[in-house]
């Protein structure tokens, strides 16, 4: 709040959880706030609540508590460190600035590497969950700190604007309970130049282009959006997609050309990739079929929230050849997918989301339990992009439901 | 062994400071709004703190608005018929 420019403003504390409880527990609740208001109207309570009781968090160790926004922004501009792999490491995990793996030391001449030029002054904008400034020089210390190379920074540039846009909801998904990664999907001839890899294990591990590139989001995502887990990201479980997620598109293997055209990044706001296994079908139907099983469960949050819903389907190259060989372009796959990637109502009923859900009047008029409900609004909203190397596996990648895929041109050049 | 200087890889915030007016002393006679974020059981919540606000304060009115859904923010509009209509507004956040 105070970075948005409001200070003290009340905040009213409840035991966690709210959901699932009884309503003699709720109206328990109802009376901590009513007492903290009747505190904070009298002058002795504070505003400065910001650690509610949640007996399911399990954090005891003092070192596995998140760091307060205040101890963050108290820390100087630089700090002198042993010049030793183990005491960086032990140095910056205690200040919580690093994603719990070894880092590269930011020193001023590798971010000077890694800026190339550019102003490191300038702002892109503000990150949420904290609104904090969005400085080239913080961008690039944590490529630094994440091994990228210098020619990574304009990918990371990209991606970066690509999150901030309103259509992302960089908000939303910073702060969630539910596990969404931003997964970066990048097209073009200079990631291919720099060492991005689309083909046989593209989602890892093994590239450093690729680990690097989604290492130095997530450090961004962590220390200069402010969203720690358990502190402002509220992610239940996290994933292991929230530590690296960035893939080429094997477009000399896609019968459809790019995903996107020219070098570009798309940011999409995903779990992480389900696996669809698929060792028998010979048609394109064959392969969709199970693609579009794959892509729904009733634990899938795509589709609750209907205008923001998107899949991502990523084929391997063997399923993308077999479903082109059968005559289908990218539009009749996005189309397949659409029609047949959907839950009956009887069944969206039972759990999940149900309830919460946001959907337009005419799927909330739908009255038959047999009705098959899309997930997505459109086949546009079916993402089709080819990765990966040999074996019938494909993957499908559910959105979050709050967050819209944006794509950015990359700049190789800087601005 | 030998020291390196490292750059602090957290981001900045630089504002200007917007100043929150103070609760009311007396609730008296006012509206009182609720801005759901659609959570499971905010309404219940807000429905048992708002007879609180009725019974012990003398609220004169509460509003319950929800938002479309828990991830994106309530809309311009939302946030504008609340601003004029009630007097304090509770915002659900978090879960």
Known sequence: ?415 | MGQIRVLNPIGVVKAQTVAVPSLPQSWSGRTVGFLDNTKSNFDRLAGDLGTMLRERYGVAAVVHRRKANASTPASPELIAELAKTCDVVFAGSAD
């Open chain 1, 1 to 415: 709040m105070g970075a948005q420019g409001v200070s003290a403003l009340p905040l009213l504390v409840v035991e966690h959880p709210l959901g699932g409880e009884r309503p003699e527990a709720i109206a328990r609740r109802a009376q901590q706030a009513f007492e903290q208001l009747h505190a904070l109207i009298a002058g002795s309570g504070t505003s400065d609540r910001t650690e509610p009781t949640d007996r399911a968090s399990g954090a005891t160790a003092a070192s596995n508590r998140p760091p307060t926004a205040e101890a963050d922004l108290a820390a100087p501009a630089t700090i002198d460190i042993p010049d030793d792999p183990i005491a960086i490491l032990d140095a910056f995990t205690e200040r919580n600035w690093a994603d719990g793996l070894p880092i590269i030391a930011p020193t001023a001449e590798r971010v000077s590497a890694m800026l190339d030029g550019r102003d490191a002054a300038k702002s892109l904008g503000i990150m949420p969950p904290l609104w904090r400034q969005v400085t080239l020089e913080k961008l690039a210390v944590n490529a630094v700190m994440a091994g990228c190379e210098p020619r990574a920074f304009p990918i990371i540039l990209a991606a970066v604007e690509a999150m901030l846009d309103r259509a992302f909801n960089l908000y939303g998904v910073q702060a969630t309970t539910h596990p969404v990664a931003p997964l970066l999907v990048v097209n073009g001839a200079y990631g291919r130049q720099i060492g991005l890899h689309g083909g046989s294990g593209c989602f890892g591990p093994g590239f450093r282009a690729n680990a690097t590139i989604g290492r130095a989001i997530r450090l961004i995502l962590l220390n200069v959006g402010g969203a720690w887990p358990g502190r402002y990201d509220m992610a239940t479980q996290g994933s292991p997609a929230k530590f690296s997620y960035c893939i080429a598109e094997n477009e000399a293997a896609s019968p459809w050309g790019p995903l996107a055209e020219g070098d570009t990044v798309t940011v999409y706001g995903g779990e992480p990739p389900h696996n669809v296994n698929d060792h028998v079908s010979t048609t394109a139907s064959g392969i969709l079929t199970t693609v579009c099983d794959t892509a729904v469960s009733l634990g899938s949050n795509v589709g609750w929230y209907f205008s923001q819903s998107q899949l991502l389907v990523v084929l391997g190259p063997e399923h993308a050849r077999t479903i082109a060989d059968d005559g289908f372009t990218r539009a009749d796959v996005q189309r397949f997918v659409y029609e047949h990637a959907r839950l009956p109502l009887g069944r969206l009923k039972l759990a999940g989301m149900w309830g919460m859900h946001d959907w337009p009047a005419w799927m909330n008029a739908v009255a038959d339990p047999e009705a098959l409900m899309p997930q997505v609004p459109s086949p546009d909203d079916v993402f089709v992009a080819v990765a990966g190397g040999s074996g019938k596996h494909s993957a499908v990648v559910p959105n979050c439901t709050f967050s819209r895929a944006v794509s950015r041109p990359i700049k190789p050049g800087g601005d």
